[in-house]
């Protein structure tokens, strides 16, 4: 395909260059001390759960986690008891 002398294609539109992150500041030993014992209170909630299960000798049937009472996880136990759409 030939095109006519003179004419040319629209100029592109030019972006601006993404701007760079501001430098990550390190954290205060009291932020780090502060998140260090967050994280270990959580690691012990876990823990306690998993020694619950462990003690149970099971987990909990699909049907009976807490996180199917509704929603998107509610149609997945509806297909694995053999209903569904």
């Known amino acids: 395909m030939t095109r006519s002398r003179g004419r ?6 030019k972006r601006a260059n993404k701007p760079r ?17 967050a994280e270990f209170n959580l690691a012990m909630i876990h823990l306690g759960e998993a020694e619950k299960l462990a003690a149970w000798s099971e987990a909990p049937k699909r049907e009976d986690a807490a996180y199917t009472a509704g929603g998107k996880h509610d149609d997945l136990s509806r297909r694995a008891r053999g209903g569904g759409r």
């Open 21 to 37: 992150p501001n430098p990550i500041k390190p954290l205060s030993e009291d932020d780090r001390a502060r998140l260090a014992q």
């Open 8 to 13: 040319s294609d629209p100029p592109k539109k």
